[in-house]
């Protein structure tokens, strides 16, 4: 289990990260785009990954990480839940997340 508090700060320790309000959750964000949000109530978190990457984590660590039923899901949106997660899996997905928005952002300004 990682307590909300530590995945806050895993999520902040990320290069560029800030944390603001999206509704009623916390997103945070490199760059301005979203690559995870934090339902403190829910213990949960949604991490933005690629669809393969989703069905990569979610095969590997089903309890730990289910794809969101929604559109949003069919894009990557995937839930990480945080009372069956340990430090290592709440890492990777962050980082993979993080770099998902912040990867693709500089690729676009490279073709310009």
Known sequence: MIAVASFRK???SLPDATEAPHFELA???AKGKIFSTLSEKEQRAMVKL???QQEMMTAAEPAIFQRIPNAWGDKGATWLHLKKAD???V???LKTAHANVTVKKAAAKRRG
């Open 10 to 12: 895993l999520a902040l």
């Open 27 to 29: 997103s945070f964000r």
């Open 50 to 52: 690629t669809p393969e």
């Open 87 to 89: 430090r290592k899996a």
């Open 91 to 93: 890492e990777s997905a």
